[in-house]
């Protein structure tokens, strides 16, 4: 059974930082992209970040450029968002995303269960 699981998400402050972790099991991601997308209440879920197979291309959503980054570590099958400067608006559930293929243009295969990203004012 192919499991995403998330952790990492919390409260925390506006300025403040977390980093989300999602560890995949069931399967081996090594060859797919994945991703990371957020919903607030009240909002349709939305893209945050992505990276490919290697590593190395990353694509990033303009509201979080600059603040969050995106990397991946195919050894632990793991998947890791580095959140920074972190402001209210960011406020939602954080899903991670597995891929169907190499590339953040294929569709998204798998989800996570989502983990909440609170930031107080």
């Known amino acids: 059974q192919v499991q995403l699981v998330e952790s990492g998400g919390g409260l925390v402050q506006a300025g403040g930082s977390l980093r989300l972790s999602c560890a995949a099991s069931?399967?081996?991601?090594?060859?797919?992209?994945m991703g990371w997308f957020r919903q607030a209440p009240g909002k349709d879920r939305e893209f945050v970040a992505g990276i490919s197979w290697s590593g190395g291309g990353t694509n990033y959503a303009d509201s979080v450029k600059g603040r969050f980054t995106i990397s991946r570590d195919n050894a632990k099958n793991t998947v890791y968002l580095q959140m920074n400067s972190l402001k209210p608006e960011d406020t939602a559930v954080y899903y991670c995303?597995?891929?169907?293929?190499?590339?953040?243009?294929?569709?998204?295969?798998?989800w996570g269960q989502g983990t909440q990203v609170t930031v107080s004012s």
């Open positions: 069931g399967r081996t991601f090594s060859s797919n992209a």
């Open positions: 995303a597995a891929y169907r293929g190499s590339s953040i243009v294929t569709r998204v295969g798998y």
